[in-house]
């Protein structure tokens, strides 16, 4: 499904051009009043009972994005689109986890023994069927129009290991100051990236999905390049990173904390 999609998105990306952007109004009300933000953003918490006593509002949202055809998402601009998929992602995460909500623990339980969570198809789009798979792997990561790896900072997994839910909607004209803060905020995050005398421990994010940050986004063709680039947010001086690229400083990964990212009572 996921390779399928791929090529059917790059059929459909002829050059975009200005077109009515779509309103993610509903999704940003959402976002801001159950989304809760711990150590100025680094972390937040979601409020699943109140999104769910708000269910109705969301799967308007959702009803909302499932109207788009094909042919309207082709003519928004790259920035547009990206902001779609991340939105779209995000907001049927929070839907999925409610079906089950409060008698789960991990995203990851809703899966089953021959299908993970987010290989289940519980997303309409183009008319069709899909998993939250499928729009990260097959939209936003294998198409190769985006190319950019911060968006492992933007797409939610509902998980208390993962970057932040954002206590905004996502949307073309702010996309990259909003990209260029989650991956700061992400990085400054010393429970999951820090420095410990000669090794640099980091998210499993960075082990996952290695080859994103290897693609030359920005003239990056290396995790320490990555590291270089956000040296101040990693907390990183100037003979650190002389020291990374030297391998003197070892890249090691941290256990991932699969606990569903429920705000604490």
């Given at each position: ?76 601009s790259q920035q547009e689109q990206l902001a779609y998929l ?180």
């Amino acid at each position: 499904m996921i390779r399928a999609l791929t090529v059917l998105f790059l059929i459909l990306m002829a050059p975009a051009t200005l077109a009515k952007v779509f309103n993610h109004g509903l999704w940003d009300q959402l976002l801001r009043q159950h989304v809760v933000s711990l150590h100025d953003g680094q972390a937040t918490q979601v409020d699943y009972q109140g999104m769910n006593n708000d269910r109705a509002q969301l799967k308007a949202y959702l009803n909302q994005l499932t109207s788009i055809s094909r042919q309207e998402f082709s003519q928004w601009s790259q920035q547009e689109q990206l902001a779609y998929l991340i939105n779209l992602y995000n907001a049927w995460t929070i839907e999925f986890v409610l079906t089950s909500y409060p008698d789960i623990e991990s995203i990851r339980e809703l899966g089953g023994l021959f299908q993970s969570a987010w290989e289940i198809e519980i997303i309409s789009l183009f008319g069709e069927p899909h998993s939250l798979n499928d729009i990260e792997h097959g939209l936003i990561r294998a198409s190769g129009r985006f190319n950019d790896p911060r968006i492992h900072f933007a797409v939610n997994c509902a998980s208390i290991g993962c970057p932040a839910l954002r206590s905004e909607a996502y949307t073309g004209i702010q996309l990259e100051k909003q990209l260029e803060e989650q991956t700061e905020k992400f990085l400054s995050d010393r429970s999951r990236n820090r420095l410990k005398e000669n090794t640099l421990e980091v998210s499993s994010i960075f082990k996952w999905y290695r080859e994103d940050f290897e693609k030359g986004w920005h003239g990056v063709n290396s995790l320490t390049d990555f590291f270089a680039v956000y040296q101040n947010a990693l907390g990183l001086t100037v003979s650190d990173v002389q020291r990374l690229h030297a391998g003197v400083i070892n890249i090691e990964f941290l256990d991932y904390d699969w606990r569903l990212n429920a705000r604490q009572k």
